[in-house]
């Protein structure tokens, strides 16, 4: 892997990023998105590294809830890879507005990043915890996310650097696949107890994104193959949304979150686009109409307006399904979706933000948070960002 260049002024932390953003008549959205960038390195940052806590405030007893195996989920200084990389998709997405925006990525958030390439195992990727500390866990979500951003600033920059970083990881997501189950994508190297939608949906919309980058029809066919597979293993036929996971013993998880069916309304899209064929479009469309459905609720604000408000939860989980509605509103038009999402980011901006500049898991503000994670920051500055642009009304 290439090293990236050093960080901008010794490091960022505590610096706001904004002020390296020079471009004027800013859309609200990027503003308020690199305001939320501002806040993270304010109260997140660790001085003399470009690492982020987890949590504000800090919590020395922290244990992570969402790894593989208990074993690994032991308090640390640093924050784990999945909640850092939330800051690398929010600041592509601004990036995609504001081009000045890479002196951040390549300054502040990239070495970073590099904390936590792994390069005792091959093929090379990202662990789960940075790699100086004892060896912990690959997850082939975290990497396809990683991938995914980088296709995205290649796509804003042409610098082919990054599509370079995103054809690497490919490779290890390729490693995740076998014929157990008749194909799929595996959650995590070390445990290969299942394959799951977060690693198959955001999988297919990366060699979807690698295709385009490339024209190398390969990603394209495996793109359409991991899509059948998710399709087929992992879709509620009753609803169109999707279930969690499949064990290697066949059983379903059957939760479903929101990212993962956001994930496969942006593949359908993406492949509605690249090969025309309308069964594509008809699934995004259905599964964008359960979402709505699912994962939204009506709700009247103290201004008396009534609209969808996305649920109290994990708002990554949110930002993902965001990519989802973005993705099938700039190919269709449709605004249905968008304008219940841009509702909800300004009503959470103006009730659910507190006095440092961070968000609650609620976007009423109703319900609070004394502790504030990471990567619930990082979601709303990607949301943020990704409808800068969409105002539909």
Known sequence: MKTYLLPMMATLTGAAVSLLSCSVNRPEGITRAESTLDSIYVHYGVDGTCLLRENFPSAPEYKATYLASEEQALPNPYSYLWPFSGTLSAAGAILESDKG???????????????????????????????????????????????????????????????????????????????????????????????????????????????????????LEQAQALYDWTKDSLMDREDHLYFDNIGINGNIGKAKFAYNSGQMVQAGALLYE?????????????TADSCLGYFFHEFTGDDGKTFRLINKGNVWFSAVMVRGFVELFRLTGDTDYINDIISSLDYAWNHARDEHGLFEEDFSGKAKNKRKWLLTQAAMAEMFARTADLKTK
């Open 274 to 286: 690249i090969t025309g064929n309308e069964e594509y479009l008809t699934d995004a469309r259905l």
């Open 101 to 219: 925006f890479i002196e951040v990525i390549d300054g502040r958030i990239l070495p970073g990043l590099y904390e936590y390439h792994d390069t005792s195992r091959q093929p090379y990727a990202y662990a789960s915890y940075i790699s100086s500390a004892p060896v912990s866990d690959r997850f082939y979500d975290d990497n396809v996310w990683l991938g995914i951003d980088f296709c995205d600033i290649y796509e804003a920059t042409g610098d082919r650097k990054y599509l370079e970083q995103a054809e690497s990881i490919w490779k290890f997501i390729e490693s995740g696949t076998d014929d157990v189950l008749g194909g799929g994508i595996y959650w995590c190297e070390q445990k290969k107890t299942s394959k799951n939608t977060c690693s198959n949906a955001p999988g297919t919309v990366y060699a979807l994104k690698l295709y385009k980058a490339t024209g190398d029809t390969g990603y």
